[in-house]
């Protein structure tokens, strides 16, 4: 059972998951994505992280969220405000596609 529910995750996110497959400029690996979130891990630990658990939090989600928006040449903070107001309008869209728009594929 618990099997099947991880292969759904990877039929149901085909577009998530495998942009390197279609631009060669994006690697089939993580390595590189690992290295980016490597410096706000080690300021996490440096600091003793957050005084509360949510701050800990809300500092990951804006690092991931943040690389690769900038990875795809997009201003952070531009294509979060924009999310946000699409989502006060539509609060049922998708987040992800908001900020990470899918691109054209041949």
Not at 10 to 23: G, K, P, Q, T, V
Request: with cysteine.
């Amino acid at each position: 059972m618990i099997v099947r529910r991880i292969q759904d995750i990877f039929r149901d996110n085909e577009d998530r998951l495998y942009h390197w497959a279609y631009d060669r400029a994006v690697p089939a690996e993580s390595n590189l994505a690992e290295r980016d979130l490597g410096p706000a891990v080690i300021a996490g630990k440096v600091s003793f992280g957050s005084v509360i658990d949510v701050g800990a939090q809300v500092r990951s989600i804006l690092t991931t969220v943040t690389k690769p928006i900038r990875k795809r040449g997009m201003e952070a903070a531009t294509q979060i405000r924009q999310a946000l107001g699409l989502l006060a309008v539509n609060s049922e869209a998708a987040p992800y596609d908001m900020l990470f728009p899918c691109p054209s594929r041949p």
